[in-house]
C-alpha cells in the first residue's frame, strides 16, 4: 500500500526510519517570459539548459555589473506550456498516485508571467489543468463510487459503504434540486477546453481512487476559502484558521473540499474559485494578483478487499497524498507599479511575506551549511507569516518541494538580481527525502484484475472469445455448437410425474436414469468446461507474454523516439540561442556604430571648440599686448614725473646737510681750544635740534669768554643711561637658540640671559618640553637691504600640552643693528672729501673724524672694523 497524511504515526514512524538521513534539495527551475517586441534588449543571456547570466549596461561613470546563476533546468521563451508541464508537473502527478506529497512555488515580480504559467487558458492549458487530464485519464477505470469518502474535517476521511453512499448521493440530489442556483452555468462566448492526452500507466490497481480539490488565498495575512457555499451578493469576510493535525502536518480548518470525478468539473470550480480571487488593475500588470492562492489536489485510495469488489473501511489503510500548487503574488516597487491607497497597502502584505518566506529559507540554509561551526540551529520564524505557516510541514520533510522562478527579461537589473539570487540560494536548501509506502495487508495482488476477467470468461461469453482472438485455432466452431448446445440441452427430459407416481417401480426406475443421464451429461460438460478454460487460460499466458514482448519493443521504441526528440530539441535550443546571441551581436554592432558615429561629432566638437579657443586667445592676447604698451607708457610718465620730485626731495637735503657739516666744521674748530678733561663730557645732539641753528657761548672752566671767542657756541652736555634688553628677566628659564660661531657685532646693548640653556641645533622636541624652560629666544644674523649687518632675536612662550609635549608660541622680535646718522652713501663721500680737505689743513684727519663722529653720537670706522 501507498502512505498517506492520514495513517497512524506509529505506521509512520515505522516506515521512514531508514529514510531519516537522506535528504534531496529543493529543485529550482527558471522560466523566461516571452517578449513581445523586439525593440528593447534584453539583459538576460541565457548560457545552457541551467544556467543564465545578467547583466547591467554601463552606468554615467562607464561601470557595468553582471551575474550568474544555475537552476535545475531553464526554460526560454520558446518553450510550451507542455514542455514545462512534463518537466516540472509531470513527476509530481507519478508522486501523487503513489502516494507522495509535493509542493509547487511560483514566485517571481509582478508582469512575469507566474500565474499564466500555473493556470494558463482554455487553449493552452497551465499547470493546474494538465493535472485534472493526466490524473482522471490514469485513475478512470479505478474511481471509488462518489461520497465513498468524505472528510472528516480534521484533515483526514470517513470511509463509507455502499449503502451510505447512495444515500448521501441521494441527499445531495435532494439539495441540488433545491437549490438549483448552485450549478454553474458556462457563459457565452466560453470556448471548450482543450484537453491533454497523458496517461500514467504504471499504478497500483488493487485501490479505489477518489480525488478532491480546495482553493484558498491569503489576502493581508488571513486565509480565504474561494471555494465556500455563498450567495453572489455576500460578502466573503470570514477567514479561516491554519491548525495541525496528529501527524504534524499543517491544514486550513474548516475549508470546503470538494470531490471531483473528471477534469471538467475539476475545471468548472477552478473558474469558480478565480472569479473570487482579489486582482487588480496596476501600471505593471492589468491583471495583477494581490493575493496568494493554493490550489491543492488531494489523491484518497484505499484497498480492495479479498473480493476484489468492496473497499476495505478500516480508516487505518486508507492513503492521503496532496499536490499544492502554490501562486505567490508578485513582489512590486510602489514607484515603477505606481499604486497608491490601498493598492499600496496590499503591495505592502505581499511584500513583507514574500521577505518572511526568503528568511525563513534562509535560516534554513544557515543551519544545514556548514559553516555553521557551532552547530547551533536558529529558531526558524514559520509562524510570522500564514504561507510560511500552512508549508512548515513540507519545510521539516513531509513531502518534496519544487520551485518556479518566473522573470520578465525587460525588468531592470536591480530587480532582477534579489528574485534569481533567491531562488539559486533556495536550491541549496535540502528537505528530507520521502518515499512512497506500499504496506502488505496479505491479500492477493491482482484482485481487480482477475474479478474482470472471471466476467469476461462466462460460457455464454465464450462465442465471443474467438472475435477477440482470431489467430486462435483450439476452439473450433464444433466444439463451440457443442458447448452452446450442451448449455441448452443438459440431457433427456424428465418424466412427468405426481406424488403417487413414485410409489410406482417402473415409473420411479425412468426418475431414476433419467437423473443419472443427466448427472452423466453434467460431468461431461464440466470436464469440457475444464478442458476449455485451460486452453483460455493457456491462450491468456500466450497473450500475455506477447504483450509484455510487445510492451518491452514499444517501451525501447519510446525511449529512441524520446532520445531523437530530446536531441531534436537540442538542437532547437541550440538554434534559439545561437538566433539570439546573433540578435544579440547585431544590436551590439549597432549600438557601436552609433557609438562611433557619437564620438565623431564629438571630436569635431572638441576640434571646433579648440579652433575658437585659440582666435579667442589670439584676439586676447592682441587685446592685452595693446594694455601693456599703454600700461608701460603710463607707468614710465609716472616713473619720470616721481624721479624728478625725488631729485628736488635730494637736492633739498642735500643742501641741509651742507649747511649742517659746515656747522659741525666751525663747532669742530671751537673746540680745539677747550681743555681735554671737559672736551670728553660734550653733550650729543641731534643734527635736528634747533640750538645747531643758534650761537651759545661755551662755559670753559666755569668762567665767561670773551665774545668773539664765543662763535661759535657747543651745545648743552647731558648724560645717557644704557638700555637693557627686555629678555634679561632674571626670573625667567630660557633656552638660547643660536649659531655654533656667532659673529661679534660690538653693539652696546647685548642679550643677557641669567637662567638659559645654550644650544646649536634643535633636533629632539624633548630638548624644549623636558628641561622645565618656560621662554625660547632664537638668533638669527644676516644684513638688511643695504648691507648693514643685523642681528634679530626672536622671542616665545613654551606652554606644556596635556600629552606631555610643549608648544612654542613667538609673541616678540628684538633687532640689533648700527647703522650711520649721516644717512646715505652721497653724504659720506662728501663727508669723505670735508675730512680730506681738513686733513691736508692740519695735518691729523684721524682726531678730526673721530671727534666729528663722537658729537654725533655715531661709532667711529675703526669700531665698524
Known amino acids: 500500500m501507498k502512505r498517506g497524511g492520514s495513517q497512524p504515526a506509529k505506521i509512520i514512524q515505522k516506515k521512514y526510519r531508514a529514510e531519516d538521513d537522506a535528504k534531496d534539495p529543493i529543485q529550482v527551475y527558471c522560466r523566461i517570459r516571452p517578449v513581445q517586441s523586439n525593440l528593447e534588449s534584453s539583459c538576460i543571456k541565457v548560457l545552457s539548459d541551467n544556467e543564465l547570466q545578467i547583466y547591467c549596461p554601463p552606468d554615467e561613470r562607464g561601470i557595468s555589473r553582471e551575474g550568474q546563476f544555475s537552476y535545475k533546468k531553464i526554460f526560454t521563451e520558446y518553450e510550451t506550456q507542455e514542455v514545462v508541464f512534463q518537466d516540472l508537473g509531470l513527476p509530481l502527478i507519478e508522486q501523487l498516485l503513489t502516494g507522495k506529497n509535493s509542493l509547487i512555488f511560483a514566485y517571481g515580480i509582478s508582469g512575469s508571467g507566474k500565474s499564466y504559467t500555473m493556470t494558463g487558458n482554455q487553449e493552452d492549458g497551465g499547470i493546474v489543468g494538465r493535472c485534472f487530464d493526466v490524473i482522471f485519464n490514469s485513475i478512470q477505470n479505478y474511481q471509488a463510487r462518489r461520497f465513498t469518502f468524505k472528510p472528516d474535517k480534521l484533515n483526514g476521511f470517513d470511509v463509507y459503504s455502499m449503502e451510505d453512499a447512495l444515500f448521501f448521493k441521494s441527499e445531495d440530489f435532494k439539495n441540488n434540486v433545491k437549490n438549483p442556483s448552485k450549478t454553474s452555468k458556462k457563459k457565452d462566448g466560453d470556448t471548450d477546453r482543450i484537453p491533454f492526452n497523458f496517461k500514467i500507466m504504471d499504478i497500483e490497481q488493487d485501490v479505489a481512487y477518489s480525488v478532491f480539490i480546495s482553493y484558498v488565498e491569503i489576502y493581508h495575512n488571513y486565509v480565504y476559502d474561494l471555494l465556500e457555499d455563498v450567495s453572489d451578493g455576500e460578502i466573503r469576510r470570514n477567514s479561516k484558521i491554519i491548525r495541525e493535525d496528529s501527524n504534524g502536518n499543517m491544514y ?66 486508507t492513503v492521503v497524498s496532496q499536490l499544492s500548487l502554490v501562486d505567490l503574488a508578485g513582489s512590486e516597487r510602489a514607484g515603477k507599479a505606481k499604486t497608491t491607497g490601498q493598492r499600496l497597502q496590499e503591495a505592502g502584505e505581499i511584500n513583507k511575506s514574500l521577505s518572511n518566506l526568503k528568511q525563513c529559507l534562509k535560516i534554513l540554509y544557515e543551519n544545514q551549511s556548514s559553516s555553521n561551526l557551532r552547530n547551533i540551529a536558529e529558531k526558524i520564524p514559520y509562524r510570522t507569516s500564514r504561507l510560511t505557516h500552512l508549508f512548515k510541514s513540507f519545510f521539516e520533510g513531509s513531502g518534496s518541494i519544487r520551485m518556479l522562478i518566473c522573470i520578465n527579461p525587460m525588468s531592470e537589473y536591480t530587480e532582477l538580481l534579489p528574485v534569481l539570487q533567491f531562488g539559486e540560494m533556495s536550491g541549496s536548501v535540502q528537505v528530507k527525502r520521502t518515499t512512497p509506502l506500499r504496506m502488505d495487508i496479505g491479500l492477493t495482488p491482482g484482485r481487480r484484475k482477475v474479478i474482470d476477467i472471471q466476467s469476461i470468461n462466462r460460457i455464454p461469453c465464450v462465442i465471443e472469445e474467438d472475435t477477440r482472438f482470431p489467430q486462435d485455432n483450439k ?294 618640553s623636558n628641561n622645565g624652560a618656560s621662554k625660547y629666544c632664537l638668533l638669527t644674523q644676516g644684513s638688511d637691504d643695504q648691507g648693514i649687518p643685523e642681528a634679530k632675536l626672536y622671542k616665545a612662550d613654551i606652554i606644556q600640552t596635556m600629552g606631555g609635549g610643549a608648544q612654542v608660541v613667538f609673541n616678540d622680535v628684538e633687532t640689533l643693528k648700527q647703522d650711520s646718522p649721516l644717512g646715505g652713501s652721497p653724504v659720506k663721500n662728501r663727508i669723505q672729501a670735508y675730512n680730506n680737505e681738513v686733513k691736508a689743513h692740519r695735518g691729523n684727519p684721524e682726531d678730526v673724524q673721530s671727534k666729528c663722529y663722537g658729537i654725533q653720537g655715531g661709532y667711529t670706522p675703526t669700531s665698524r672694523k
Open 252 to 317: 486550513v480548518h474548516g475549508v470546503n473540499e470538494q470531490e471531483v470525478f473528471n477534469a471538467d468539473e475539476a475545471f468548472e470550480w477552478l473558474r469558480k474559485g478565480q472569479l473570487r480571487k482579489r486582482t487588480a488593475p496596476t501600471f505593471l500588470n492589468m491583471d495583477s494578483s494581490r493575493s496568494h492562492t493554493v490550489f491543492t489536489i488531494r489523491v484518497v485510495q484505499a484497498p480492495l478487499d479479498t473480493d476484489g469488489v468492496s473497499i476495505i473501511q478500516d480508516k487505518k489503510y
Open 475 to 768: 476452439i473450433n466452431y464444433e466444439s463451440k455448437e457443442n458447448c452452446f448446445g450442451s448449455y441448452l440441452n443438459l440431457g433427456p427430459p424428465l418424466p412427468d410425474l405426481e406424488v403417487d407416481d413414485l410409489l410406482d417401480d417402473e415409473k420411479r426406475q425412468q426418475l431414476i436414469t433419467a437423473l443419472d443421464q443427466r448427472i452423466k451429461k453434467k460431468e461431461e460438460l464440466r470436464e469440457m468446461l475444464i478442458t476449455q478454460s485451460n486452453d483460455i487460460r493457456s491462450q491468456l499466458v500466450i497473450l500475455e507474454s506477447n504483450y509484455a514482448g510487445a510492451k518491452q519493443e514499444i517501451n525501447s521504441l519510446q525511449i529512441l523516439r524520446d532520445q531523437d526528440t530530446n536531441k531534436v530539441k537540442q538542437y532547437q535550443n541550440k538554434s534559439f540561442l545561437l538566433e539570439n546571441e546573433l540578435a544579440s551581436l547585431k544590436r551590439k554592432l549597432e549600438f557601436m556604430d552609433n557609438e562611433n558615429k557619437r564620438l565623431k561629432s564629438d571630436l569635431n566638437a572638441k576640434d571646433n571648440m579648440l579652433n575658437q579657443v585659440s582666435v579667442d586667445k589670439d584676439l586676447l592676447k592682441q587685446k592685452y599686448n595693446t594694455k601693456i604698451v599703454k600700461k608701460q607708457e603710463q607707468l614710465s610718465r609716472e616713473f619720470k614725473d616721481k624721479w624728478k620730485v625725488q631729485e628736488n626731495e635730494f637736492e633739498a637735503k642735500l643742501q641741509d646737510k651742507k649747511r649742517k657739516l659746515r656747522h659741525i666744521k666751525n663747532i669742530v674748530e671751537s673746540t680745539e681750544n677747550v681743555p681735554g678733561h671737559f672736551s670728553r663730557r660734550t653733550v650729543k645732539r641731534t643734527l635736528s635740534d634747533e640750538s645747531l641753528n643758534k650761537i651759545e657761548p661755551v662755559v670753559n672752566n666755569g668762567k665767561p669768554t670773551d665774545s668773539k671767542q664765543n662763535e661759535p657756541s657747543q651745545a648743552t652736555l647731558r648724560y645717557l643711561r644704557s638700555r637693557r634688553s627686555k629678555s634679561c628677566d632674571p626670573h625667567e628659564r630660557w633656552i638660547e637658540h643660536k649659531p655654533p660661531v656667532p659673529i661679534p657685532l660690538q653693539t652696546v646693548m647685548q642679550p643677557k640671559l641669567k637662567k638659559r640653556k645654550s644650544i646649536t641645533k634643535l633636533t629632539d622636541a624633548k630638548t624644549v
